[in-house]
């Protein structure tokens, strides 16, 4: 490989996955059986919520793979479209029927990054009976959407909400989860072969939604190809991406259409702190392609729930976040705003069920977090809430006076902003 993608990929190596600012860091399947109790396999840097994760073992494995790999100028998807028809399997002609009828998701759904994350929310089995409250609490509050990931404990998140699922016996619940575009994935295969990992954790025969999880620094076309190849083969009844940019959005979108395949949802951080996707157009982009949004950290990260102050700020790399705030002039307008805004619908609306009303109002569907019966209750009763115009005016007016708790230069995926091989632009906040 050129001096140039090695240094991309070490850039990669350095950061990871960043999603809301820390990811746990995930090894490749069978992943968690590979992490001792109690332990991670990455450290965090609370300053600027990007960690050198993969530095121990994991990097050797990237090197090894790389002295394997002989670089092309050709992308992998050349090679694959010039290889013969037989490489992808044909679609079904009944579910080519239904291929442009993209799968209706819910208004409102629930984040499970939280079950199985020691690094970022502390996760320790002593709080399985917690989680499965909570969740008990949302399905009988009709919550119909349940996010997670193959790198969220890793592996456990998806673990415990299949065993939740399993033994509630919940019907027409929706799953979604999400591949890993790490470095060493090189081949479409990577990605079905993770799929299947993420179906046995599961332990369900097809997944609802399968998206990929976050850009790579290389041979993002192939995974598309893989994410259709999921579809085809009926392991998926739908596909969708995460933390793609609006150029990415449609390439992907043209590509999976001439197989026939609809692209239906884009994972994105949305929130009343995080407001780029509406303003740097990637909402709009979605919006006209019918790709759905889902509203990841649409509390950014508590923040909104308006409990964080300087004498009880929250614990581990949440404090800095809090503490930014805190600094900021036009943080207490917003709050007050939001307190307005609650304040009209009933006494016992709180700031959490205004911000995620606020994200319901914009057409996304936001996807909280929930870690018990109090938070799941608390969600669930956004979803009652209808925001006037003038409400959701207000919340704007007051949200674009606060320099946000993040900015899109501090993350990771930064240096995932253009493909490596085709150059193709892929992210962007």
């Not at 670089?71 to 079904?92: E, F, H, K």
């Not at 409102?108 to 009976?129: I, M, S, T």
């Not at 509406?278 to 409990?307: F, H, Q, R, W």
């Amino acid at each position: 490989c050129t001096t140039s993608e090695s240094k991309a990929m070490a850039a990669f190596v350095a950061t990871n996955v960043w999603k809301h600012g820390v990811q746990e860091a995930a090894i490749p399947s069978p992943a968690r059986s590979q992490v001792p109790p109690g332990q991670t396999a990455s450290t965090a840097s609370t300053a600027s919520f990007a960690k050198p994760l993969l530095a121990l073992g994991v990097a050797a494995r990237v090197a090894t793979r790389r002295k394997k790999v002989k670089c092309n100028a050709m992308s992998r998807r050349d090679l694959l479209a010039a290889a013969p028809a037989a490489v992808a399997p044909v679609m079904p002609p009944a579910q080519a029927a239904q291929a442009t009828q993209a799968l209706q998701v819910p208004n409102f759904g629930v984040g499970a990054w939280a079950w199985g994350d020691r690094l970022f929310w502390g996760y320790n089995e002593k709080q399985d009976q917690e989680l499965r409250e909570g969740f008990d609490a949302c399905i009988k509050g009709g919550v119909k959407l349940f996010d997670t990931a193959e790198i969220y404990g890793p592996g456990r998140s998806e673990e415990l909400l299949g065993t939740f699922l399993r033994e509630s016996g919940a019907k027409d619940v929706q799953v979604a989860t999400k591949f890993a575009a790490f470095p060493w994935k090189l081949d479409r295969q990577d990605v079905v072969k993770a799929c299947k990992g993420s179906l046995e954790r599961l332990g369900m025969d097809s997944i609802d939604i399968y998206q990929i999880h976050f850009p790579s620094v290389w041979k993002n076309e192939v995974f598309w190809d893989g994410l259709g190849d999921c579809y085809e083969q009926g392991l998926v009844k739908a596909v969708g991406v995460s933390n793609y940019g609006s150029s990415a959005v449609r390439a992907i979108s043209k590509t999976l259409g001439e197989r026939g395949i609809p692209l239906t949802s884009n994972q994105i951080q949305y929130s009343l702190l995080y407001r780029y996707p509406e303003l740097n157009g990637m909402k709009e982009t979605c919006d006209e392609l019918g790709v759905k949004i889902l509203a990841y950290s649409p509390l950014a990260l508590g923040a909104l729930t308006g409990k964080w102050t300087p004498s009880t700020p929250p614990s581990g790399p949440r404090a800095a976040i809090s503490d930014k705030l805190q600094k900021d002039a036009a943080w207490p307008g917003l709050l007050d705003a939001m307190k307005d805004v609650a304040q009209q619908h009933g006494p016992e609306t709180t700031l959490s069920q205004a911000a995620i009303a606020w994200c319901i109002a914009k057409g996304t569907t936001p996807i909280p977090g929930v870690r018990n019966v109090r938070q799941a209750q608390d969600n669930i009763r956004a979803t009652q809430l209808k925001l006037s115009a003038n409400e959701v005016q207000a919340l704007d007016s007051a949200a674009a006076k606060v320099s946000g708790f993040l900015s899109p230069e501090a993350s990771p995926f930064n240096s995932l902003s253009r493909s490596m091989d085709t150059k193709q632009a892929m992210y962007e906040a």
